[in-house]
């Protein structure tokens, strides 16, 4: 008989983000990337991606 083993949230999302990873390829995360950058230049606007430069910017000071 076979075992049924549980399988945590974590390990199912990681298991299923490595399949799709493998059907899909690298160009299937870009083009969705792509459209979400996209989606939210539309909904924010560029004061949206000025203030979280800045935000970038002043993190990356602090670590050095």
Avoid: L, P, W
């Amino acid at each position: 008989m076979a075992e049924n083993k549980k399988m945590s949230r974590q390990e199912a999302g990681h298991k299923g983000g490595e399949v799709t990873s493998q059907r899909h390829g690298k160009e299937f995360y870009q083009d969705i990337g792509h459209e979400g950058g996209e989606t939210t230049a539309q909904t924010h606007g560029s004061e949206f991606y000025h203030e979280i430069g800045e935000k970038g910017g002043h993190e990356s000071h602090k670590r050095s």
